[in-house]
């Protein structure tokens, strides 16, 4: 079986990932590979984060590795938080970040944000990107206790709840995550 690193420790990702992939490649975490350091994310873009991590496992472990980074894009903020998402306060603390996004976003009518995922994989010395992209409207209470990070704000076009009211399973079929990752495997696949 070929081996492939997913640049994360995010248990449930690779679980994600794992149980879409079967057994045509032999899915390795960080922790797998014994890579303990914080890998650099200097860009100021999902694409380039994604192509950073994904370059770094290649170059300092030689083993073919596909990297994610997402974020939340509010169309009246110039798509802000976007990829400072997870520190949008300057903490990573997910309630500071909500309100402080609510409050710049409370004087603008458009309400519009998508979270969009993107996924780097290099593999074989070449380079591929793949989308995933969910469309929908920030509200301004917090609704439902499931998820994580801006889900109890955000409901997807065609839905009347939150991604925090959502069940996992129903989240995850329909994700920016489970889009770009549906991508990369077809592209596996091939
Ligand atoms: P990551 O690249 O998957 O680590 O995501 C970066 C940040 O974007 C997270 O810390 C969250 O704040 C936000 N984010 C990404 N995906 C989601 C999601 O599915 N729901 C809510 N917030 C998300």
């Given at each position: 079986?070929?081996?492939?690193?997913?640049?994360?420790?995010?248990?449930?990702?690779?679980?994600?990932?794992?149980?879409?992939?079967?057994?045509?490649?032999?899915?390795?975490?960080?922790?797998?590979?014994?890579?303990?350091?914080?890998?650099?994310?200097?860009?100021?873009?999902?694409?380039?984060?994604?192509?950073?991590?994904?370059?770094?496992?290649?170059?300092?472990?030689?083993?073919?590795?596909?990297?994610?980074?997402?974020?939340?894009?509010?169309?009246?903020?110039?798509?802000?938080?976007?990829?400072?998402?997870?520190?949008?306060?300057?903490?990573?603390?997910?309630?500071?970040?909500?309100?402080?996004?609510l409050?710049?976003l409370?004087?603008?009518?458009?309400k519009?944000a998508?979270?969009?995922?993107?996924?780097?994989?290099?593999?074989?010395?070449?380079?591929?990107?793949?989308?995933?992209?969910?469309?929908g409207v920030i509200i301004d209470e917090l609704k439902?206790?499931?998820?994580?990070?801006?889900?109890p704000i955000f409901i997807?076009?065609?839905?009347?709840k939150t991604?925090?009211?959502?069940?996992?399973?129903?989240?995850?079929?329909?994700?920016?995550?489970?889009?770009?990752?549906?991508?990369?495997?077809?592209?596996?696949?091939?």
């Open positions: 079986m070929r081996k492939l690193v997913f640049a994360t420790n995010n248990p449930n990702k690779i679980q994600e990932v794992n149980s879409i992939l079967g057994d045509r490649f032999e899915l390795l975490s960080l922790e797998d590979i014994q890579c303990f350091e914080d890998i650099p994310e200097d860009w100021d873009t999902l694409e380039e984060n994604a192509r950073q991590k994904s370059d770094y496992v290649v170059e300092h472990f030689g083993l073919n590795c596909f990297a994610d980074d997402s974020g939340l894009e509010v169309e009246a903020l110039n798509n802000e938080p976007g990829v400072y998402s997870a520190r949008y306060s300057g903490s990573r603390d997910m309630d500071r970040n909500i309100q402080l996004l409050e710049n409370k004087d603008h009518s458009n519009k998508r979270f969009r995922t993107v996924i780097s994989l290099h593999m074989d010395g070449a380079n591929y990107l793949f989308e995933g992209i969910v469309e439902g206790d499931g998820g994580f990070g801006y889900d997807p076009n065609g839905y009347d991604f925090a009211q959502m069940t996992p399973d129903e989240k995850n079929s329909i994700s920016h995550r489970a889009i770009a990752v549906s991508k990369l495997v077809d592209f596996l696949g091939q």
